[in-house]
């Protein structure tokens, strides 16, 4: 059974903070995507990861992939309170798209 | 800009009632998605389609149908709504071939509850 697992779920942080999301995933996939979803919100694309080895950044985010741990990681530096959201990634395998639960992060002041 | 629109942004149906929900995308994509999202699952597609007419089972297709008679068009169908039916429902489209790399743009959600 695939599955597609974020943690931590919940994440609390104090801005300026550094800290990092991690994107396991159970079976080979070669694509790999980040979104955030703010409240109420539909869900925004932030990176596609398309190789292992790749490394994306935006701004005060970085991701990067690593297809043979089958790990994604998502690193934010330096949080600001704009970064609060809930970020998801997902996998693409046999052409569907598999999503993980997602992270709930809140930047506290 | 990708426009996904959703014909609701919320919606309250009884059991038993047929329901349609509604994606609409203005940039000739060929590839569109309808997902479910619960808290604790995250999303989870139920129907995708590749071209008009073509539908594909995801991995919670019970309960539901869908119909793509335009390409800009995609509808998901609660035959008979049932409560736990209850969920955000997230449309999505994505240009290219399913063999693209290309992202998915979402749709801004319908929030659909069952009484």
């Known amino acids: 059974e695939l599955k597609v697992e974020q943690n931590p779920l919940f994440l609390s942080m104090q801005e300026g903070k550094n800290y990092t999301i991690y994107c396991n995933y159970s079976t080979t996939s070669d694509r790999l995507y980040w979104y955030r979803q703010d409240p109420g919100k539909s869900l925004e694309s932030l990176f596609v990861?398309?190789?292992?080895?790749a490394v994306k950044q935006e701004g005060r985010l970085m991701a990067s992939l690593d297809t043979k741990a089958r790990l994604s990681t998502l690193h934010i530096t330096a949080a600001v309170h704009d970064l609060s959201a809930t970020y998801f990634c997902?996998?693409?395998?046999?052409?569907?798209?598999?999503f993980g639960t997602g992270t709930s992060l809140t930047v506290i002041p | 800009d990708v426009k996904v629109t959703q014909s609701s942004r919320y919606l309250v149906k009884r059991t038993g009632e047929k329901v349609f929900l509604e994606c609409v995308q203005d940039?000739?994509?060929?590839?569109m998605f309808w997902y479910r999202q619960d808290p604790g699952l995250g999303l989870r597609l139920i129907y995708f389609?590749?071209?008009?007419?073509?539908?594909e089972k995801g991995d919670i297709p019970e309960g539901y149908s869908v119909s793509r008679e335009k390409k800009e068009r995609f509808s998901l169908i609660l035959e008979s709504a049932s409560t736990n039916q209850t969920s955000m429902y997230l449309c999505?489209?994505?240009?290219?071939?399913?063999?693209?790399?290309?992202?998915?743009?979402f749709g801004p959600g319908t929030r659909l509850t069952v009484l």
């Open positions: 940039m000739d994509h060929e590839n």
């Open positions: 990861l398309l190789s292992n080895g």
């Open positions: 389609s590749y071209d008009v007419k073509m539908k």
């Open positions: 999505a489209s994505t240009v290219g071939g399913l063999d693209s790399y290309n992202e998915q743009f």
């Open positions: 997902a996998v693409v395998i046999s052409n569907q798209f598999y």
